[in-house]
Nanobody, 124 residues
Framework: QVQLAESGGGLVQAGGSLRLTCAASIRNFRSYTMAWFRQGPGKEREFVAAIHWSGATSHYADAVRGRFTISRDNVANTVSLQMISLFPEDTAVYYC?????????????????WGQGTQVTVSS
């Protein structure tokens, strides 16, 4: 049974930082591409960042590139999203997702497993 559990969300002022972590209960975690998506109020869920199973390659949405950093620990079975210089527009529920593929997808339909999400609220 696959479980993804996000943590680290909260309330932060604009310009602040947060670090999200996803703990994955997945057999062969290192074979999965891992990603973060988010869904803001009244918006559709959108791709944020993804990291190849090896950790060697990552990809970011234009809106977060240079401010967010995705990383993974294939021993601890975790993936993290370090977020700096947060804007109110970054307010959303952030979801961790897993895709048993050898390359990075940005389409949410390609991801096999999802966490429940963690709320990030950035105040102005």
């Amino acid at each position: 049974q696959v479980q993804l559990a996000e943590s680290g969300g909260g309330l932060v002022q604009a310009g602040g930082s947060l670090r999200l972590t996803c703990a994955a209960s997945i057999r062969n975690f290192r074979s999965y591409t891992m990603a973060w998506f988010r869904q803001g109020p009244g918006k559709e869920r959108e791709f944020v960042a993804a990291i190849h199973w090896s950790g060697a390659t990552s990809h970011y949405a234009d809106a977060v590139r240079g401010r967010f950093t995705i990383s993974r620990d294939n021993v601890a079975n975790t993936v993290s999203l370090q977020m700096i210089s947060l804007f109110p527009e970054d307010t959303a529920v952030y979801y961790c997702a897993a895709d048993q593929a050898s390359y990075i997808h940005v389409e949410e339909t390609m991801y096999d497993y999802w966490g429940q999400g963690t709320q990030v609220t950035v105040s102005s």
